[in-house]
């Protein structure tokens, strides 16, 4: 059975870009969950979905947006990019939203 | 707000040794995740410990957890190189908040 797969899995930008990150979570689980995780840290939460709606948001910027489709995929968005944006970023998919998270890969977004 | 700290943050070991990672927890929860993360690598689960009391096992490592003391162990007996890696403990928020605290992670190296 597939994992939760994400994409692109390495990507560099510049300062004031825009980024899209895409995530399939693992099939028959609802929520996704994205995470944040700078070199040498723990994952910081960013966002949550259920059910196409957002059910937690983390200390992040409006600059970071994201959103749930109908076929539980989900995108995370991050505008105007600034240097301290570069990082791993995690997606995590669940059965439900107080259900064990199983991530993926990761995105590793490198801002120039 | 909850925190979630780890010690140490860095242990070096000698293979064959035995040896303890302590998570410490500042609000009340009853459930802890405990994942291992090689470098560059996304999050792998290791153990889910959903009550107090609760003690898992899985090869060379055992996890415990103490909802009273807002304390949980991950025990490593004798080590080898292969258990070299990043390991996180991480909390679910306060009732609602959807969201895993994690830990600051300790970087275990297992010397030959």
């Known amino acids: 059975d597939a994992g939760v797969t994400q994409s692109p899995t390495h990507l560099i930008k510049t300062r004031g870009q825009h980024v899209t990150l895409r995530c399939s979570p693992i099939?028959?689980?609802?929520?996704v969950s994205w995470y944040q995780q700078v070199l040498g840290q723990g994952p910081q939460f960013i966002f949550q979905?259920?059910?196409?709606?957002?059910?937690g948001r983390g200390n992040f910027p409006d600059r970071f947006s994201a959103r749930q489709f109908p076929n539980y995929s989900s995108e995370l968005n991050v505008n105007a990019l600034l240097l301290g944006d570069s990082a791993l970023y995690l997606c995590?998919?669940?059965?439900?939203?107080?259900?064990?998270?199983?991530f993926g890969e990761g995105s590793r977004l490198t801002v120039l | 707000e909850l925190k979630v700290e780890q010690n140490p943050l860095f242990l070096s070991m000698q293979e064959g040794k035995n040896y303890t990672i302590y998570c410490n927890y500042s609000?009340?929860?009853?459930?802890l995740y405990w994942y291992r993360q090689d470098p560059g690598k996304s999050l792998e689960s290791l153990f889910v410990?959903?009550?107090?009391?609760a003690v898992k096992q899985e090869g060379r490592l055992m996890a415990s957890l103490d909802t009273k003391a807002r304390l949980s162990t991950l025990h490593i007996t004798a080590a080898v190189h292969d258990l070299s890696a990043t390991y996180f403990c991480?909390?679910?928020?306060?009732?609602?908040?959807?969201?895993?605290?994690f830990g600051t992670g300790t970087r275990l190296k297992v010397l030959a």
């Open positions: 995590a998919s669940s059965w439900s939203p107080t259900g064990e998270l199983f």
């Open positions: 099939s028959g689980h609802k929520s």
């Open positions: 609000t009340t929860s009853d459930r």
């Open positions: 410990l959903l009550s107090n009391g």
């Open positions: 991480a909390v679910d928020g306060a009732s609602g908040t959807y969201k895993y605290i």
């Open positions: 979905y259920y059910e196409k709606e957002e059910r």
